[in-house]
């Protein structure tokens, strides 16, 4: 935001003040402000505004948190180091703790002794506070959410830091929905394809294929080491077959489901003369 003398008299100097919002800043940054005049002698002028946040933590390794519980083994809590900034005065207490998503928890410790740099975190030192983030529970899909705490230090009373969280689900299967076409030269007869990649904490081969309908029939064969093809086939015998289901994918207790279809518009438009 700026605010500036509107009117300058010819050889007088005018005022440009401006502020910038540095609650989610830290370190140094750089910001640009145009000056834009009626002097037929130059264009418009630019500015830049240098400054060096200084808060009253650090946080280690990085101010914001990126969790993918549920893509790669065991879903681990995601961990930070808050540390209080060397120019700050006063204990650094970190409480009051909030997250804006119900399925995270949250816990902290205060470090007593020096800690080796484990897990992608750097090396703990007495005082600093590590804060852990368990998003295991999240439900199936990417969120944006942010973590608050207080820090009982008088320069930056609370910090607040994003924390990214990405779940896959379960499967990955294309297409989402399977329409089966009939067999031009035997329109009682349908089928279609779909392929199915199972999620890196799953066990691949505990997946169970079923139809709620005996009217499809499954054929399942590997493809590559966690994926499978599934052909799914339709027949007409008695005239009364569904022409519409779902096919479960079931791993341990995640189930996606895939909607089937046959397209007998197709027969009825190749039957028209």
Partial sequence: MASFDEVIPPGKAGTIRTSIHTASLRGAIAKGITVTHDDPSQGPIALSVKANVVGSVEILPMPILALAPRVKGPAAPGKLIVRKETSETGTLQVGDITSTAPWMKVTKRVVTSPEPAVD?????KPGDTVVSVDASEAPVGSYVETLTFSTGLPREKSVSIPVRVTVRGPLI?????????PDPADPSHATGQLLAAVREDLDPKKIVFSTDSPAFTLKTEPSGERGYKVTVDWKRVSGKEPTEGTINLTVGDEVTKVPVRVNLARTAGAATP
Wanted: hydrophobic share 45%; charged share 20%; proline share 14%.
């Fill in 120 to 124: 992608g975190l750097p090396e703990a």
């Fill in 173 to 181: 299967v294309q297409p989402r929905e399977l329409m089966l076409n």
